[in-house]
């Protein structure tokens, strides 16, 4: 399984200054896909899509959460894919890849925009005149709190930014000094954290507050080395005022470094067709609201594959056109019933 603390200290490392999104899971899935490994059966479950709704009270409107997870391969009409490939991601029409005909991307896009709910309306993926198969997995999310925010309590404030900055925020409100809300809460030497929880049971968002003499990079990068699962465990309820932002986050990231780490090796190949298949790119696009209500975000990975189709073999013209002999047999008890020669 991708480990998420170490692929963002990987971009960390980068020293990347904006903000950043990424999807592990959708990433996860996208690799197992294209190196042909079996799924776990978390991702299994996960790969078939889930969607639960809970009505909280009557004089309230539906309170849900989506969770919607969607793969498919789009590929060139000249070549067939290998049954398993079909099997897991299903069967999607067979376009041209041609970088000179605009069709192909805008039905991919056409995909793409409808399982994102609008929120990712493109492949960021160029395509060449290589590129025979483009694999993409899209994952869409929308959850309401269990506990919503009222824009009546909203306030204006500052958001201190790394370089001594600061920006105007939107911040949503819970709690106060004599009437404190309820959280779940860790302190660590070099931060603070809470998971605020969504409307489903077991599903949460976890906020990670650097100490303030800790940045951000620094958090992540011991992070990385932290046994987050043993962590986890020291989550406790507590009293507390909750001050948290409405933002927006939207992302794209190429993740070069996962590429060199890839090997499409002949067991690995989807298409029988193509001579030297390769990796061409992986690419996540990312996108995130957060508000009173809750959150939604999709996530597009998009994995092209490059390649060249095999040489087709000299057609063999086989033409009886002078004498020959010819031999009439049985192979499977190796008797020769007639043979003869034609001259004239």
């Given amino acids: 399984m991708i480990e998420t603390t170490k692929v963002l200290a990987s971009l960390a490392k980068q020293k990347i200054s904006q903000n950043l999104l990424l999807s592990?899971?959708?990433?996860?899935?996208?690799?197992?896909?294209?190196?042909?490994?079996?799924?776990?059966?978390?991702?299994?479950?996960?790969?078939?899509?889930?969607?639960?709704?809970?009505?909280?009270?009557?004089?309230?409107?539906?309170?849900?959460?989506?969770?919607?997870s969607n793969s498919s391969v789009w590929h060139s009409e000249?070549?067939?894919?290998?049954?398993?490939?079909?099997?897991?991601?299903?069967?999607?029409?067979q376009i041209e890849l041609n970088p000179k005909k605009p069709f192909a991307k805008e039905t991919i896009n056409s995909w793409v925009k409808e399982q994102s709910k609008g929120l990712i309306s493109s492949i960021n993926t160029p395509i060449s005149h290589n590129t025979f198969?483009?694999?993409?997995?899209?994952?869409?999310?929308?959850?309401?709190?269990?506990?919503?925010?009222?824009?009546?309590?909203?306030?204006?404030?500052?958001?201190y930014l790394e370089n001594g900055k600061t920006v105007q925020e939107t911040y949503m409100n819970r709690g106060s000094e004599y009437d404190p809300t309820d959280l779940i809460y860790l302190e660590s030497e070099n931060y603070e954290?809470?998971?605020?929880?969504?409307?489903?049971?077991?599903?949460f968002m976890e906020f990670y507050l650097p100490k303030k003499d800790v940045s951000l990079n620094e958090l992540i990068l011991s992070l990385a080395t932290t046994d987050l699962k043993e962590k986890r465990r020291q989550y406790s309820p507590r009293k507390g005022i909750l001050r948290m932002p409405k933002f927006s986050i939207e992302s794209l990231i190429n993740f070069?470094?996962?590429i060199k780490a890839i090997e499409l090796t002949k067991d690995m190949k989807w298409f029988q067709e193509i001579e030297g298949q390769f990796l061409e790119s992986i690419i996540q696009t990312t996108v995130l609201h957060v508000n009173e209500d809750g959150t939604e975000a999709a996530s597009?990975?998009?994995?092209?594959?490059?390649?060249?189709?095999?040489k087709k073999q000299p057609v063999v013209q086989f033409i009886l056109d002078r004498p020959f002999l010819f031999i009439i047999r049985d192979e499977l008890n190796d008797i020769d019933l007639f043979a003869g020669v034609k001259r004239v």
Avoid: M
């Avoid at 190196?35 to 004089?59: A, R, V």
């Fill in 24 to 68: 592990p899971v959708g990433l996860e899935l996208l690799l197992h896909i294209l190196t042909q490994k079996e799924f776990p059966q978390n991702l299994l479950d996960f790969q078939k899509g889930t969607h639960f709704k809970k009505t909280i009270y009557y004089w309230l409107p539906d309170y849900e959460v989506v969770i919607n």
């Fill in 78 to 93: 000249k070549i067939k894919p290998e049954e398993k490939l079909l099997e897991w991601l299903g069967k999607y029409p």
């Fill in 133 to 159: 198969a483009l694999f993409l997995n899209l994952i869409y999310f929308k959850a309401n709190w269990k506990n919503i925010f009222s824009s009546f309590y909203n306030t204006e404030g500052p958001f």
């Fill in 193 to 203: 954290s809470i998971k605020y929880p969504y409307i489903k049971d077991g599903l």
């Fill in 256 to 258: 070069s470094e996962i």
């Fill in 300 to 310: 597009l990975t998009e994995g092209a594959i490059g390649g060249i189709f095999r």
